[in-house]
């Protein structure tokens, strides 16, 4: 092979050695892709020697082997030739100007600072709307049972007496109607009840002052358990029966028609004498 041009004595470029042993043997570029799994826009540049359309010099020196084996010329000697080509001619990209470098010992931006605070207040006032307001949430029929265990206790504060009521003062009882009847619970001041009966829990709440609570007749040994029987007024078919207890412990009683006829019905014990 010889190492110039025949005619003009230039060296022979590594793309023209390729091209000549391809053309000697009959073999289209296309034939050559086929040999070396090389896309064919990539062995016209090497040919051509338009190596800034490839990836890297890593890639130019590797096309070009592979396509000096593929023709069956010396590799090395290709490679030698590539090896030249490519530290006169080869131009590695320039590096964007318009791209401030980023000083790594700066803080964040002021506008960075000002969106993460807006974020924040946002979230924050999200977070005192859900737990301040019932805006979002809805209202439960059962209240909490932390309350209600406060409330069975007997360790609600005591309450601020109705208008028209005397603090304390139980209403006058009359006796209880010989048949069964409607039995009412109405709260005198908040209390938390829980009313039940065989069948399981019927109320479970804390009745506001003037709240009324009819129980149902057909409810089966029906009960309740309040932290405040001083605060219930009970009537059987509208008149008053004895109050359930007082506000220094909490009580449960039956509620029905005739367990309150049998409350009523109790003679006190008399006092020992001394």
């Known amino acids: 092979m010889m190492d110039g041009d025949s005619t003009t004595g230039t060296p022979r470029t590594a793309g023209m050695m390729l091209r000549s042993a391809r053309e000697a043997q009959g073999l289209t570029l296309s034939d050559v892709a086929q040999r070396t799994r090389i896309p064919l826009r990539h062995l016209e540049a090497v040919e051509d020697g338009k190596f800034q359309a490839l990836p890297s010099i890593t890639y130019a020196m590797g096309f070009g082997r592979a396509y000096a084996r593929a023709v069956n010329i010396d590799e090395t000697e290709v490679a030698r ?8 001619n080869y131009q590695r990209p320039e590096p964007l100007q318009d791209l401030e470098p980023i000083d790594m010992r700066r803080g964040p931006s002021g506008g960075l600072v000002a969106i993460a605070a807006a974020v924040a207040i946002v979230l924050l006032l999200g977070v005192g709307l859900y737990f301040g307001t019932s805006l979002f949430r809805r209202d439960e029929a059962v209240t909490a049972p932390a309350a209600t265990v406060a409330g069975d206790l007997g360790m609600l504060p ?9 603090g304390g003062a139980a209403p006058a009882s009359a006796p209880v109607p010989a048949g069964g ?8 001041g908040p209390a938390w009840v829980r009313i039940f009966d065989d069948t399981g829990t019927l109320v479970n709440k804390e009745m506001a002052a003037g709240e009324r609570y009819d129980v149902p007749m057909a409810a089966k040994n029906p009960q309740i358990r309040t932290g ?13 029966v004895p109050p359930l207890g007082t506000a220094e412990r909490a009580v449960t009683v039956g509620i029905s028609a005739e367990a309150l006829r049998a409350r009523g019905e109790a003679s006190p014990t008399p006092a020992p004498v001394g």
């Not at 009847?181 to 005198?188: F, P, R, S």
């Open 228 to 240: 405040r029987p001083d605060l219930i007024t009970v009537t059987v078919n509208g008149s008053n």
């Open 181 to 188: 009847g409607q039995v009412t619970l109405t709260a005198t």
């Open 158 to 166: 005591s309450p601020t007496p109705a208008p028209g009521t005397t």
């Open 81 to 88: 030739a590539l090896r030249a080509e490519l530290a006169a």
